[in-house]
């Protein structure tokens, strides 16, 4: 008994299954982290402050760890963000820009040094919490110069590219609006 299935059929149908599995395990996924940076910030501020009994320039340092992730938002990805084209073998992916996902941040170490390099520990929770909230605000400024983003969005291209490589189509084209 000869079967009535080509292999180009079967192929087909195969990469059909394929492709549904894949989008099924993403729909799983609520977002695609796709590059991390652990960096180091140094907040320094200078400012009066007295030290036994002298009033004196102290330098405070505050010295934080920052992990930021960015990636993209798979929220509602399905069928609808795929157009597959059978005649060319290829297939379009429409995703939404990356953003940053997650950024968190913690304290590595608080310091305070007076211009005589005396290294002091002692300086109050209000100068600790505003120095802190100045270094995050330098931080925000500073993500879009680390182009997180666009590594994010390079990095889910061939995330993309390369799935959909594996699945059975030549060409992949991905699309961020």
Do not use: C, W
Not at 36 to 44: F, L, P
Not at 68 to 87: A, C, M, P, W, Y
Not at 131 to 153: G, P
């Amino acid at each position: 008994m000869q079967s009535d299935v080509t292999q180009e059929e079967y192929d087909q149908q195969t990469r059909e299954q394929r492709l549904q599995a894949a989008i099924k395990k993403l729909n799983l996924t609520s977002e695609l982290g796709t590059v991390e940076y652990t960096i180091k910030i140094v907040h320094t501020e200078r400012k009066k402050k007295k030290i036994l009994f002298v009033e004196q320039e102290v330098d405070l340092a505050l010295i934080l760890n920052a992990h930021l992730k960015g990636g993209i938002r798979l929220r509602g990805f399905s069928n609808r963000n795929i157009i597959v084209n059978d005649v060319n073998n290829s297939v379009e992916v429409i995703l939404p820009h990356a953003e940053l996902l997650s950024k968190s941040i913690r304290d590595v170490d608080v310091r305070a040094f007076s211009i005589y390099r005396l290294t002091l520990k002692d300086f109050d929770v209000e100068e600790r919490q505003k120095a802190r909230k100045d270094a995050e605000k330098s931080l925000d400024s500073y993500v879009s110069k680390l182009r997180i983003i666009e590594d994010a969005e390079k990095n889910a291209k061939e995330f993309f590219v390369a799935l959909l490589g594996q699945i059975g189509f030549s060409n992949v084209n991905v699309r961020f609006v």
